[in-house]
Structure formats: structure tokens, C-alpha cells
């Protein structure tokens, strides 16, 4: 079967920097996506790896190993609005996207 | 960008009733739409795709019945939610595949749907 593994919370601190990981197991892969998702709203799109390597975007970075079926997000300086729920998705051999459960990130003062 | 444009955003509907959710892409021809639900702390979960023009595909499980999905145009695409019962309370987002340019797919503001 397809799975996607993400921690279920995690907690840090204003300022600080924070990395989430994922894990997959897909029958094929066609890229991999970061979506930021705020309670009751629709998921919000920060990064796309297809190939192996870190992609990075302001404060937020992503990186992949497709021999490992292993990404992060990478979060710097964060902020109280950085408070939400991180998801990945991979693309599979069917173009289809498989969802990780997400990562509710929760930042303290 | 592509904007796909969902509504209503919260509806609360007694049990034995339909609701309709619509999904529109405003500034561009979207084929398909998917259509997901979202329990709390869970992740996405496929539903069905929509496509202009075909019957709509349903992921196992999915009561094709109880969903009725219509891609009526290029721009619309709705979810019928018929008989509603309150274990269909949920969160349900459409989304559009991406389009030239683009790698991501675009969502819907998505609906927050209590049945009562």
C-alpha cells in the first residue's frame, strides 16, 4: 500500500528554526509537495522537490532523497502565524496525489 | 495565478436533506476537479474526480449515490451531499489539477458541512 508518515505535533519556539520530516512509500513518484494548512481552511501550497537536493524559498526550505523516500521542511525565524498544520503529498506513478495525515506545528513565545 | 472559488464556505443542514457545494475556476478551464473530505487531524482524502463532459470517478468506498458529483461546464464542478446524515459532517475541498506554468494543484476554500 501507499504511505506517507509525518510526526503528529510538534512544538517550538518564536524565533527558532524547526524541522518536519516525511517518509513515503509510493508505487512511483512524481514530485513531492509542502502545503501549509490553517484549521478550516484550504491547504496552501510552499514547495515542490522532484529531484534529489534542498529547494529553498525565504524562510521555508525543503529538502528530498528519493533513494531514502525522505523529505523535511525547514522553517526559520519563525513566527506566530507559522502556527498550523504542514502537510506532504507525493505525486505518484498515476499522477495522483497521497497525503500524509499532516504536522500540526504549534509556536510558543 | 488560478483561482478556484468554493462556496459555501460553512453550512449546517438538518439529517434527511441534500446540500449542494459548488466549485467554480474563475480565471481559467478546469477538466477536472478533485473533490476531498477531511476529518479533523486526519489527512485528505480522495473522493471521487470529476471530468466535463464523463461520469465522475469514485475511490472505493465512496457511495456513488450518496455523492452525487456533476462537472456541468469547464468552470463548474458540484458535490451533492443527498440524505445527509451527521456522519457526513466533515471538511470537503475541490481542487484543480495545475496548469501551464504551475506545479501545484489549486484548492478551493473548502466547506465546512454539520449535519444535524
Known amino acids: 500500500g501507499q504511505n506517507i508518515d509525518q510526526p503528529t505535533e510538534m512544538t517550538a519556539t518564536e524565533g527558532a528554526i524547526v ?3 516525511c517518509t513515503y512509500q509510493t508505487s512511483g513518484f512524481n514530485g513531492l509537495f509542502w502545503y501549509q494548512q490553517h484549521a478550516g481552511e484550504a491547504p496552501t501550497f510552499l514547495s515542490y ?3 534529489d537536493g534542498l529547494e529553498e524559498k525565504g524562510r521555508f526550505s525543503s529538502f528530498l532523497s528519493r533513494s531514502k523516500g525522505y523529505s523535511y521542511l525547514l522553517l526559520k525565524e519563525l513566527q506566530m502565524k ?3 498544520s504542514y502537510l506532504c503529498a507525493v505525486k505518484d506513478s498515476n499522477y495522483q496525489l497521497i497525503w500524509g495525515a499532516g504536522t500540526k506545528l504549534i509556536i510558543k513565545p | 495565478g488560478a483561482v478556484v472559488s ?3 464556505s460553512r ?3 438538518k439529517s434527511g436533506t441534500s446540500v449542494k457545494i459548488e466549485c467554480r475556476s474563475l480565471d481559467f478551464q478546469a ?3 478533485f473533490w476531498y473530505r477531511q476529518f479533523p487531524k486526519k489527512s485528505l482524502m480522495l473522493m471521487a474526480t470529476s471530468n466535463e463532459g464523463s461520469k465522475a470517478t469514485y475511490e472505493q468506498g465512496v457511495e456513488k449515490d450518496k455523492f452525487l458529483i456533476n462537472h456541468a461546464s469547464l468552470t463548474l464542478s458540484t458535490l451533492t451531499v ?3 446524515h451527521p456522519e457526513d459532517s466533515s471538511f470537503y475541498i475541490c481542487s484543480a489539477p495545475p496548469i501551464a506554468g504551475h506545479t501545484e494543484a489549486f484548492f478551493g476554500q473548502g466547506t465546512r458541512l454539520t449535519v444535524v
Open chain 1, 19 to 21: 524541522q518536519i520530516n
Open chain 1, 49 to 51: 522537490n522532484v529531484l
Open chain 1, 82 to 84: 507559522d502556527s498550523a
Open chain 2, 6 to 8: 468554493q462556496h459555501p
Open chain 2, 11 to 13: 453550512v449546517i443542514c
Open chain 2, 31 to 33: 477538466t477536472t476537479m
Open chain 2, 82 to 84: 443527498t440524505s445527509a
